[in-house]
């Protein structure tokens, strides 16, 4: 009778240790194992940015407050949207500016205004050149957004039209390596969906403490 009291008082202190271990240290614990194994997939499954440290021993130092806040999606979403309407705001005026050039050009012995035209050309040319950059970027920035909802919440997770929350908190952390030991702050996000769906923490990126 008392092995089976002691044995049922042990495996309940197994699971209190588990249960008030802190997610941040498992999640990092599992990452540094990847690192270790140089498994590849493990790690650009944990972390936006992953970073191959050469460490000898970690630390978990502190934990920072968790925070939530409004899904960035939505903010790169309707960034791209005002840079296409730009874009195709944009356009006829560009085709305006080429065709007033070209008659211009077909008017024979009235060399300022074809340079007036051409001026006026070239400048709508650059500015669109300039807003055709904005809106790449601001498509680069929507699709790196898109690739850590889908880390969180799964790649068949589609972010158009659904109503998300973002969590944030810092984590730092000490390394020791070949050249000594750093502190970095580790930058840990999930999001979630508000029908309840909770994505998986997953790491944003990591910052070394100057």
């Given at each position: 009778?008392?092995?089976?009291?002691?044995?049922g008082?042990?495996?309940?202190?197994?699971?209190?240790t588990v249960?008030?271990?802190?997610?941040?240290?498992?999640?990092?614990?599992?990452?540094?194992?990847?690192?270790?194994?140089?498994?590849?997939?493990?790690?650009?499954?944990?972390?936006?940015?992953?970073?191959?440290?050469?460490?000898t021993?970690?630390?978990?130092?502190?934990?920072?407050?968790?925070?939530?806040?409004?899904?960035?999606?939505?903010?790169?979403?309707?960034?791209?949207?005002?840079?296409?309407?730009?874009?195709?705001?944009?356009?006829?005026?560009?085709?305006?500016?080429?065709?007033?050039?070209e008659?211009?050009?077909?008017?024979?012995?009235?060399?300022?205004?074809?340079?007036?035209?051409?001026?006026?050309r070239?400048?709508?040319?650059?500015q669109?050149?300039?807003?055709?950059?904005?809106?790449?970027?601001?498509?680069?920035?929507?699709?790196?957004?898109k690739?850590?909802?889908?880390?969180?919440?799964?790649?068949?997770?589609?972010p158009?039209?659904?109503?998300?929350?973002?969590?944030?908190?810092?984590?730092?952390?000490?390394?020791?390596?070949?050249?000594?030991?750093?502190?970095?702050?580790?930058?840990?996000?999930?999001?979630?969906?508000?029908?309840?769906?909770?994505?998986?923490?997953?790491?944003?990126?990591?910052?070394?403490?100057?």
């Open positions: 009778m008392k092995k089976f009291l002691l044995a008082v042990l495996i309940l202190a197994v699971i209190f249960s008030c271990s802190k997610p941040e240290k498992s999640l990092l614990d599992r990452y540094f194992r990847a690192v270790q194994m140089q498994d590849n997939d493990t790690l650009s499954s944990m972390a936006v940015e992953p970073v191959s440290f050469v460490f021993k970690w630390e978990l130092k502190s934990v920072g407050e968790q925070k939530a806040i409004d899904s960035d999606y939505t903010a790169f979403a309707q960034a791209y949207a005002d840079v296409e309407k730009e874009l195709n705001e944009l356009k006829p005026k560009v085709l305006d500016s080429n065709d007033a050039y008659a211009a050009k077909a008017k024979k012995g009235n060399a300022a205004a074809l340079a007036e035209a051409e001026k006026s070239e400048t709508m040319i650059g669109y050149k300039e807003v055709q950059q904005r809106l790449q970027k601001a498509k680069d920035d929507l699709e790196n957004v690739v850590v909802i889908k880390k969180s919440l799964g790649e068949q997770t589609e158009e039209g659904i109503s998300l929350k973002k969590e944030e908190k810092t984590v730092v952390i000490n390394i020791v390596g070949p050249t000594g030991a750093k502190d970095y702050n580790v930058i840990l996000c999930r999001y979630n969906i508000e029908n309840g769906q909770m994505g998986r923490w997953i790491i944003e990126k990591f910052e070394e403490i100057k």
